[in-house]
């Protein structure tokens, strides 16, 4: 709940810039102004990168006992007061042992966030500079050594938005469910939240959470990445976009390497792009990006998976959440549930769900470095659809299989060329206009507009980078190949 509404604080106030939200209130006291974070990037290019507050400052990582007193200014900065509501609803046939089940969902939530009046405070990068000069980094301290071994990146705080009075934050949720059939509502709700019983077959669930936020809380900050040289030489990156790291052998380590992932995020590989990406820009993808185990998979265990799928494509918590999971495991980490604070009960037992299914039918040929081939195709599939809008994600939880799997088609084709399609090619289910309609929302919803005459089919996009054309384009694919069959 805190994360949602600092997240929503930086896509207000700051949705290009360097503002990096603050996901745990546990983290507050740590971010002070030159604390040292690491940066960790991920696996898949379009991911954005994690941030984990350390206990450390850029002091403790230098060579001698003189502490750093750079000095920091401190500013107003504004008022914020935002309200964010949704209203979700869906539809899902199932069975459970032998019995058929129908599970209609309607609800609304509301989240409100009072910060109040923030501050800034901020970091004398040049008194810093002239401070720290001639100073090197410890490369026998603790964190050095474990970050060294991993290749990620260490940065220190340069400013820090925090609450200047108490505060709060508030969310407010109303689920209806409608069950035919029988279902173990336990199971279902959870047992943190009010049930309340109007008959046999109508559950109302309502739930009214307030988190009151004491002043000082850091709520934002941004980061200046370092360059660490085995020697123990260090520069900060002063300029925007410029990326730290340590040193190897001759070159520094900048994790994960991109070279692989082709032309068409422009942002890895330094090209220009072009105004408009066609879908044919798309076809050479990486082979990193293999969703072909999912098809393996048992038909059972592929419905199941669409079905719990498509459930979490309506709350991203939950998705953010599975994506996390999904990444541990595919690192050879343990499933730890716990560590997820931010889940409602319901939720915590809806992910290890999926993964029950996820992690069992195997085949164990595909295996590779001790990780099943369909849980890395798994996770590049949720990794996809985390990247999409609420609005791509909302349509996708409600597209049948028979739509995706035309929809897969129709795009596989419009990437096999860079000229426009005859119309004979459009698959016959989407010669539907309400089928159709539904594709060009779902293109429209990542900037991309699909175009049509009497005798021909193109796409058009202002999408300049190519990222969520890609990440839609594996969504459907994953989706699609889970699917395939169940019809």
Known sequence: MFSKATANFVRQIDPEGSLIHVSRVNDSHKLVPMALVVKRNRI??????????????????????????????????????????????????????????????????????????????????????????????DMQHVLVQQLEKRAEVLAVVK??????NSCSVTQTKKEQCIFQGVLRLVDMLGGSVKVCVKDSNNIEADSDVSLEIPCGTVIAYSILELEIKKNGHYD???QPGAIGGFEADSHLMSWPSLNSLNTVDGKCNGEKVPEKVPLSALQNGS?????????????????????????????????????????????????????????TESQ???????????????????????????????????????????????????SCPDFLEAFDTLLCRLKETSEPLSSQYLPVLLQDNQAFQLAEQLLSS?????????????????????????????????LSLLCKGLK
């Not at 900065?77 to 949704?86: A, E």
């Not at 990780?371 to 996770?379: E, R």
């Not at 699909?450 to 459907?476: A, M, P």
């Open 236 to 238: 900060i990156c002063l």
């Open 348 to 398: 915590r037992k809806s992910v290890p769900a999926i993964l029950d299914r996820a992690a069992t039918d195997s085949p164990a040929e595909n295996s590779q470095c001790g990780i099943p081939a369909h849980l890395n195709a798994a996770h590049l599939l949720v990794s996809a659809m985390e990247e999409l809008p609420d609005e791509t994600l909302s349509l996708l939880s409600e």
């Open 446 to 478: 990542t900037n991309v507009m699909l175009r049509r005459d009497t005798n021909r089919l193109w796409t058009e996009t202002e999408n300049k980078d190519g990222v969520l054309l890609l990440v839609l384009c594996l969504s459907i694919q994953g």
């Open 159 to 164: 400013e820090r938005i925090l609450t200047a």
């Open 287 to 343: 082979q990193e990006m293999d969703l072909s185990p999912l098809a393996e998979l048992p038909k059972s265990t592929r419905y199941t998976l669409f079905k719990r799928l498509q459930e979490t494509l309506r709350d991203r918590t939950a998705l953010s959440c599975l994506e996390c999971v999904l990444e541990d495991l595919c690192s050879g980490e343990t499933l730890d549930m716990a560590k997820h604070k931010e889940l």
């Open 44 to 137: 898949w290019f379009w991911q954005r990168p994690k941030y984990q507050p350390t206990d450390f400052t850029l002091s403790d990582l230098l060579q001698g006992d003189k502490v750093l007193s750079p000095g920091v200014s401190e500013t107003e900065f504004l008022t914020y007061k935002g309200t964010f509501g949704d209203k979700l609803s869906g539809k899902l046939d199932t069975e459970a042992g032998s019995v058929s089940v129908t599970l209609e969902g309607r609800g609304s939530s509301k989240l409100q966030s009072c910060f109040g009046k923030l501050k800034k405070e901020e970091l004398d990068v040049k008194k810093l500079l002239r401070e720290s000069s001639n100073r090197l980094v």
